[in-house]
């Protein structure tokens, strides 16, 4: 059977998921009982958040209107830039994506970042204009946008509504017309790409692999190129979209294996799968490893929760390839590891998904950049953790990342928009108007842009303006570090480090939030921000006027030490500092946007 | 062996109050029969294991003036045989309901052995009442505490605070000014389950917050002291009951869902709890859990700094063998710098500001304790 492999990439919210149910439909590769909206986004957090988080691969058949029947191994992708790490992997297992772009919206910021993923990775591309049931919808200016600003020409582009189903047969029909399909031999020895991975209680680690020689079946040895292991394999199998059990993996086809591997070490996401006898000496080139550029400490509230807390992220990071992590310790703290994300929104899902998956309570730090600094004695070190900043005294320079940004966004907006930058110390380099649509090109440290900057644009110009941003280089900065002291005394997991320009802003705004966060107390207790020993700013979280329970008596004695106790017990993603309790947001709180 | 103290659980009510959270029931003769039947058992039970005689006796409910003439004199006869005429010799307390005792029964309580009523007056105002759910007015209230004391016995008096509408002061001042030497004040809570909460009543923390402020000055001005968060008493006019419970005493107890705290299973003592009134008749019993160390010293904060006189902290360090600078440092420091406790001749005491807010310097100690084990090991 003839086979093509593609992936779905799009800009957020352009309607990925929804094509996917379509196709998934109008291949009947679902039961009517089975079927919901977004069916690939099966963890609990893209549906309730709305958005894909996790590449998902799904096997489906379809007979074209040549009588042929295909099969389809097709991987839905997220759209947010956080989680391009995705994507790049999902291309790695196929030869061509659907391009896909909202007629109304027309191309934005990840339209064009995963269309040059696509074509840097030498795929096929086809367009496909979504949302045309939409009155706002623009066919013709979609086209031409995709071949003025990606260079992608419009002939086979395919408008379709996802919503409605119009149009998504022609879909198939160009996929199996305009996509290649996979070459590779099938009586060659086995080289297969693992592009995803997941740890099952079970089953251990399950390997998603792209087949591009050879097979693959259960009992036979495989060896994984990178480590040397040797493993017997116990099961393959295909996606729909759980993982299926099946006889064998042939070339071209994507699917999973297990082999018993509890170690999660053994199996390194981007490695090659070769036969054990007969090892290949051509490796599937694996992926770029993805760079953390946001960093921030994930601690456990309960501290004797911390082994289970490094095992869960060795689980989760075999899921999620683009997230790193190393042990670090806080006076305030305790134990607990720095880890790095790619973006502010991963950083979150990542939190949430430890403490949903593997029941865990945590309390995060301010996500932050890293800082390059030089030392007086002239040691250069990269510093991730504010608190490790050296005092100024002992401190040469200090040099923080800046990125090349681009925002999309409509004309009238332009205004605004600049302002908003400025605001962010950013630097114009660059103004390209596309019909109506204008390009900002801007050199902004990326510190800058990490907070609010993206609900700040997105509501300057109602939701119209998309962005886009690459590392550019380290530029040295006239930057603080501010401590936050709690009941006066410096608690060194809510240092960050800002411009001192802007020491004062961000100081006020993080000590008003956290007064509004932490519970009133038995005493009135101070919040201050200070910059070395100048305190900058000052706020007071009140003190209860009384507390105390009218009674207790011999009975009641029992009861209100358990109660004691419970309560205690009971404070979820709540920390004691000292005697103050201090929740999860007071340690988020220089991400409150100013109001 | 020390017992010092006897509580006798009553479950008895007339009727039930809508804000009552206690283990009570309606009176239904059958049961008070068997009640006082399982009550003279446990009574010699109890004194056959624990035979020193209590220097106070508590009767507590429900509300056990309740109980006929007849019965009460059952119950007394019991306590009697099992610890002889000297039972509730230094005090012997019943809780008691206006509208229960006239001065012939006040009379024949005496004659019991009763020394002291704790009357559960509530309200000297007729709102006030009625929004409670009392089946008394406040005449009748105010007649019955004038009629114990005429009586010859010790009253304290039960006033509860903070209910919307109230005027705390003009109640306080109405109960003081009978001569009354001990006054409880209680703010009104809103427990999950009780018909309070179901009516969605609040109480107002503001207001609670002022009458309990108002309660202390009000009633300083008539010589009565705050000796606990709840209990103010003129000099000598304690509880010397309740102060066993707030001393770290043991105490014996019997009824339904009684407690007990005893020096037995280790060397900070066991508590004791009955079950509740259908498997005490049964025979069931007591739940008990022996004291860690950390219980202990926990316990003692808990009580002993309710009360004007504090814990004796270098006894107490020395009994559980650890310096509460060293089980929590941190709350120590912030607790004294914030004048919330100071510590005078070995002793641990509440401030006033301490006081009106110990529930949260509790739960600061036990946020940020660490346990008495790891320190000794440390
Ligand atoms: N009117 C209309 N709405 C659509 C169409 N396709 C998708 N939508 C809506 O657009 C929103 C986003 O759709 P999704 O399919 O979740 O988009 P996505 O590209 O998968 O989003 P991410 O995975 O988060 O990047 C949903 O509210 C869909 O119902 C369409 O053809 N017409
Ligand atoms: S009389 Fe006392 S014990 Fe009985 S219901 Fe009323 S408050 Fe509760
Ligand atoms: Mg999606």
Same mark, same amino acid.
Request: glycine share 8%.
């Given at each position: ?67 042929? $029947? ?94 409605? /189903? ?83 993996? *042939? ?22 799968? $070769? ?5 290949? +000496? ?14 921030? /400490? ?6 004797? +929760? ?20 190393? =042990? ?30 593997? +029941? ?55 205004? *605004? ?24 090109? #801007? ?63 961000? /100081? ?31 706020? $007071? ?11 207790? #008596? ?42 | ?75 007394? *006869? ?131 917050? +002022? ?23 003129? =000099? ?39 079950? =509740? ?43 559980? /063998? ?57």
């Amino acid at each position: 059977m003839e086979i093509r492999n593609f992936s779905i990439i799009a800009h957020v919210d352009h309607g990925k998921s929804t094509l996917a149910d379509r196709i998934l439909e109008l291949t009947e590769s679902v039961s009517e009982r089975d079927r919901r909206d977004q069916m690939l986004d099966s963890l609990e957090l893209e549906r309730e958040r709305g958005i894909t988080i996790k590449a998902t691969p799904m096997r489906l058949h379809y007979t074209a209107d040549s009588g042929q $029947t295909y099969q389809f191994n097709l991987i839905d992708t997220p759209g947010h830039v956080d989680f391009n790490y995705e994507v790049s992997r999902a291309l790695g297992a196929c030869e061509g994506v659907l391009l896909v772009i909202d007629a109304a919206q027309g191309v934005e910021a990840q339209t064009i970042q995963n269309a040059y993923l696509a074509a840097d990775n030498g795929l096929e591309i086809l367009p496909v204009i979504n949302k045309i049931d939409l009155p706002a919808a623009d066919v013709p200016g979609a086209i031409a946008e995709l071949e003025e600003i990606i260079g992608v020409p419009g002939d086979h582009a395919v408008p379709v509504s996802a919503k409605t /189903g119009e149009n998504v047969r022609a879909v198939l029909e160009a996929v199996v017309r305009h996509l290649p399909g996979p070459k590779g031999e099938r009586v060659a020895p086995l080289r297969a790409l693992i592009f995803d991975a997941v740890y099952d209680a079970y089953q251990g680690v399950i390997a998603f692999i792209r087949v591009f020689d050879g097979t693959i079946k259960a009992k036979d040895r495989v060896l994984i190129h990178s480590t040397g292991k040797v493993l017997e394999v116990e099961r393959v199998g295909f996606f729909r979209p759980e993982p299926t059990v099946a006889a064998e993996l *042939s070339v071209g086809e994507v699917g999973w294996f297990t082999a018993g591997i509890k170690e999660i070490a053994d199996t390194q996401i981007g490695d090659t799968v $070769t036969s054990a006898d007969s090892p290949t +000496d051509r490796p599937v080139p694996g992926f770029k490893p993805a760079m953390p550029v946001v960093f921030s /400490g994930l601690y456990p509230t309960d501290t004797e +929760d911390y082994p289970r807390l490094r095992e869960a992220l060795e689980k989760l990071r075999l899921n999620d390839a683009a997230f790193s992590f190393e =042990p670090e310790t806080s006076e305030a703290l305790g134990f607990g590891f720095r880890c790095g994300f790619l973006g502010l929104l991963h950083a979150d899902i990542v939190q949430a998904r430890l403490e949903r998956e593997f +029941d865990l309570s945590l309390i995060a730090t301010a996500p932050g950049v890293v800082y390059k600094v030089v030392t007086t004695d002239g040691a250069a070190f990269d510093v991730q953790n504010p608190s490790e900043l050296p005092t100024p005294d002992r401190l040469e320079s200090i040099s923080e990342p800046f990125v090349a940004l681009s925002v999309f966004l409509p004309e009238e907006y332009v205004g *605004s928009a600049m302002g908003l930058l400025q605001e962010k110390r950013g630097e114009m380099k660059d103004m390209i108007y596309h019909g109506h649509r204008v390009e900002l090109r #801007y050199e902004v440290p990326f510190g800058e842009i990490l907070y609010d900057f993206h609900d700040r644009l997105k509501s300057l110009s109602r939701g119209y303006a998309s962005m886009d941003y690459q590392f550019l280089e380290y530029r040295a900065g006239d930057l603080v570090k501010i401590d936050v002291l709690v009941n006066e005394e410096k608690v060194d997991a809510l240092s960050i480090i800002a411009h001192r320009d802007k020491a004062y802003d961000v /100081g006020r705004r993080m000590v008003d939030r956290m007064a509004e966060v932490i519970p009133r107390q038995m005493f009135s207790i101070p919040v201050q921000a200070a910059i070395g020993g100048k305190i900058l700013a000052r706020a $007071t979280v009140k003190a209860f006027r009384k507390d105390v329970l009218a009674k207790c #008596y011999g009975g009641d004695i029992t009861r209100k030490k358990k109660l004691l106790e419970k309560q205690k017990k009971g404070k979820a993603r709540m920390k004691q500092i000292g005697t103050v309790e201090v929740p999860q947001e007071a340690f988020l709180a220089v991400l409150s946007t100013e109001e | 062996m020390v017992a010092p103290a006897l509580y006798v659980h009553v479950p008895f009510c007339p009727s039930i109050c809508p804000y009552c959270d206690f283990h009570k029931m309606l009176r239904n003769e059958g049961l008070v029969a068997r009640y006082v039947e399982r009550l003279e058992a446990e009574a010699a039970a109890v004194s056959a294991a624990f035979p020193e005689s209590p220097a106070t006796v508590y009767f507590g409910g429900g509300t056990p003036s309740h109980l006929t003439d007849a019965e009460l004199t059952s119950v007394f *006869s019991a306590l009697r045989r099992g610890w002889g005429a000297g039972a509730g010799r230094a005090e012997t307390t019943l809780e008691a309901d206006p509208l229960t005792f006239d001065e012939r029964r006040l009379a024949a309580l005496r004659a019991l052995g009763v020394t002291r009523l704790s009357i559960g007056l509530q309200s000297a105002d007729d709102a006030t009442l009625r929004f409670l759910g009392r089946v008394h007015d406040a005449a009748a209230g105010l007649e019955a505490v004038a009629l114990a004391l005429e009586a010859g016995l010790r009253a304290n008096v039960d006033v509860i605070m903070a209910v919307p509408g109230q005027d705390v002061e003009r109640d306080l001042r109405r109960v003081a000014d009978l001569g009354v030497r001990h006054v409880s004040v209680y703010s009104l809570t809103v427990e999950p389950g009780t018909p309070f909460a179901r009516r969605g009543v609040r109480v107002d923390p503001e207001a609670d917050a +002022d009458a309990f402020e108002l309660a202390g000055s009000v009633l300083a001005e008539y010589g009565l002291q705050r000796y606990e968060v709840s209990n103010f008493a003129a =000099p000598g006019e304690e509880s010397l009951h309740n102060l066993t419970y707030w001393r770290g005493e043991p105490y014996l107890g019997i009824g339904p869902s009684a407690s007990a705290y005893l020096p037995v299973g280790g060397p900070f003592g066991t508590r004791y709890k009955n079950p =509740p009134i259908k498997a005490w008749l049964a025979g069931e019993t007591p739940e008990a859990e022996a004291l860690s160390a950390d219980d202990y010293l926990l316990e003692r904060l808990m009580t002993g700094l309710r009360t004007r006189e504090g814990v004796d902290l270098e006894g107490l360090e020395r009994r559980v /063998g650890a310096k509460l600078a060293n089980v929590a440092p941190a709350w120590l420091r912030d607790v004294t710098r914030h004048a919330l406790l100071e510590r005078t001749d070995g002793r641990l005491r509440a401030t006033p500001a301490g006081l009106e807010r110990l529930d949260g310097v509790l739960r600061a100690f036990v946020g940020s304790r660490t346990a008495i084990a790891a320190d000794r090991r440390a």
